[in-house]
């Protein structure tokens, strides 16, 4: 799975949300999202982390093996 295809998961499940995707090491298994949506307003930070998951559920468990999360509110 590419990272854009990894950007467009959480963007289809999180519409309207913002997603930049970072492979800080490069080696396309530690990725790092930032999210910004306007979902996550009243959400905490556990429950917004779930909502990204959610949209790559079937991803993490064959394809990616470590997904870090930031995430903000609109």
Do not use: C
Not at 33 to 38: C, E, K, N, Q, R
Not at 45 to 56: N, S
């Amino acid at each position: 799975m590419t990272l854009e295809e990894i950007q467009s998961r959480i963007q289809t499940g999180l519409p309207g949300s913002k997603v930049e995707i970072l492979d800080p090491y490069r080696d396309g298994v530690h990725i790092k999202a930032l999210v910004t949506y306007s979902g996550f307003n009243g959400k905490s930070m556990v429950e917004q982390h779930r909502m990204v998951y959610a949209t790559l559920k079937d991803e993490l468990k064959e394809e990616i093996h470590a997904l870090g999360l930031e995430t903000r509110s609109e």
